[in-house]
T-cell receptor
Framework: GQQVMQIPQYQHVQEGEDFTTYCNSSTTLSNIQWYKQRPGGHPVFLIQLVKSGEVKKQKRLTFQFGEAKKNSSLHITATQTTDVGTYFCAVNFGNEKLTFGTGTRLTIIP | ETGVTQSPTHLIKTRGQQVTLRCSSQSGHNTVSWYQQALGQGPQFIFQYYREEENGRGNFPPRFSGLQFPNYSSELNVNALELDDSALYLC?????????????FGSGTRLTVV
């Protein structure tokens, strides 16, 4: 079935370092969403990207949608301990279900 | 504005039993989706309900069924529980009219099948 691949699976960074997670699809996407799930918590919606080449920022977080609308990235500048969690991209392939990527688990080393 | 509420928060059942999980959607949302999240995995789509009708289903057997009520709240029923059904079950509500704000997830029900 249709799926999105997300890399890396795990990322350990020193506090203050940057972090990036990537989401890739073999098909062109109409839009892509990003969610954050804290340990023991539930996914929380961060943002939706719709336009080719779109770049959106939320404080230290930068979200990008590729020109071909087949990939996306989430970049966190100067990570903090509050950034710990798993970051998921999610895509609606037009069949009413939101398909989640495999997620990238971010661990911060103080 | 209330968020998504799920009950119960935790549940332990025996293999072969049946379970019903409940979800109250966020005010203004008319669509409810259910997800299963195994430990260390991403959420897997079970099905979605819109206007009290099932509107999309993932790769789950028929023993997973659901309902949506006129007030948009929803139930997930699982019959003949198996050990592999142990997971976090997440309910997410959304609006068909405005998808810009994504899905709002509840805190989930942690189901353990023994």
């Amino acid at each position: 079935g249709q799926q999105v691949m997300q890399i890396p699976q795990y990322q350990h960074v020193q506090e203050g370092e940057d972090f990036t997670t990537y989401c890739n699809s073999s098909t062109t996407l109409s839009n892509i969403q990003w969610y954050k799930q804290r340990p023991g918590g539930h996914p929380v919606f961060l943002i939706q990207l719709v336009k080719s080449g779109e770049v959106k920022k939320q404080k230290r977080l930068t979200f990008q949608f590729g020109e071909a609308k087949k990939n996306s990235s989430l970049h966190i500048t100067a990570t903090q301990t509050t950034d710990v969690g798993t970051y998921f991209c999610a895509v609606n392939f037009g069949n009413e279900k939101l398909t989640f990527g495999t997620g990238t688990r971010l661990t911060i080393i103080p | 504005e209330t968020g998504v509420t799920q009950s119960p928060t935790h549940l332990i059942k025996t293999r072969g039993q049946q379970v019903t999980l409940r979800c109250s959607s966020q005010s203004g949302h008319n669509t409810v989706s259910w997800y299963q999240q195994a430990l260390g995995q991403g959420p897997q789509f079970i099905f979605q309900y819109y206007r009290e009708e099932e509107n999309g289903r993932g790769n789950f057997p028929p023993r997973f069924s659901g309902l949506q009520f006129p007030n948009y709240s929803s139930e997930l029923n699982v019959n003949a529980l198996e050990l592999d059904d142990s997971a976090l079950y997440l309910c997410a509500s959304s609006s068909r009219v405005d998808t810009y704000y994504g899905y709002t997830f509840g805190s989930g029900t942690r189901l353990t099948v023994v």
